[in-house]
Antibody, heavy 122, light 110 residues
Framework: QLHLQESGPGLVKPSETLSLTCAVS??????????WNWVRQSPGKGLEWLGS???????YYNPSFKSRLTLSIDTSNNQVSLDLNSVTAADTAVYFC??????????????WGQGLLVTVSS | QSPLTQPASVSGSPGQSITISCTGT?????????VSWYRHHPGEAPELIIH???KRPSGISDRFSGSKSGNTASLTISGLEAEDEADYHC??????????FGTGTKVTVL
């Protein structure tokens, strides 16, 4: 059973870069059994898929964030990272990392972190 | 990608059944049988309760069931219990390794 834990600054200034990490335990981020995802929830809204990163290095991004978002895997620390640049107040949200089974024709998120509230404000 | 449409809130008394709808388009819900549902108690990690429209992960109560017709998927909770009070989110595969979530539904147990 995977355990995921998000960490990072709770406050980021407008125009700066939001950087978060997701520590994974119970499995290796380099495994070919899973791929890794970031999802966020803005205040009063539903969940929003940001993107996915595979241990192969492949990444897939929500088109709405593609120009500002970078997802990566750090195998030495067994964690997944998110960088979102040029943030505005609209990026204030709870950010979740989630795993998904890397299996042909399986499309769901089976383990989630508790989430981290990030506020964008000067 | 536009979010899938869910009712903002649904309520029911203990023991009753409720159904939450999730309406998308022919490019997501209507195109794939890859709708999943998540239960989320705020402050906790969301939990997968249904995948592939109708399938329940191990350990999930059979009080939860899913279905789909055309561009609309549905989650039914039967025998409503106090612990079911939470936010519920649907999600659909949208092709090209992308996903789209719903607007979320707050379930209240009266």
């Amino acid at each position: 059973q995977l355990h995921l834990q998000e960490s990072g600054p709770g406050l980021v200034k407008p125009s700066e870069t939001l950087s978060l990490t997701c520590a994974v335990s119970g499995g290796a981020v380099s495994s070919s059994s899973y791929y890794w995802n970031w999802v966020r929830q803005s205040p009063g809204k539903g969940l929003e898929w940001l993107g996915s990163v595979y241990s192969s290095g492949d990444t897939y991004y929500n088109p709405s964030f593609k120009s500002r978002l970078t997802l990566s895997i750090d195998t030495s620390n067994n964690q997944v990272s998110l960088d979102l640049n040029s943030v505005t107040a609209a990026d204030t949200a709870v950010y979740f990392c989630a795993s998904a089974p890397w299996v042909w024709l399986l499309y769901y998120f089976d383990s989630w972190g508790q989430g981290l509230l990030v506020t964008v404000s000067s | 990608q536009s979010p899938l449409t869910q009712p903002a809130s649904v309520s029911g008394s203990p023991g009753q059944s409720i159904t939450i709808s999730c309406t998308g388009t022919g490019s997501d819900v209507g195109a794939y049988n890859y709708v999943s549902w998540y239960r989320h108690h705020p402050g906790e990690a969301p939990e997968l309760i249904i995948h592939d429209v109708t399938k329940r992960p191990s350990g999930i109560s059979d009080r939860f069931s899913g279905s789909k017709s055309g561009n609309t998927a549905s989650l039914t909770i039967s025998g409503l219990e106090a612990e079911d009070e939470a936010d519920y989110h649907c999600c659909s595969y949208a092709g090209g390794s992308s996903f789209v979530f719903g607007t979320g539904t707050k379930v209240t147990v009266l």
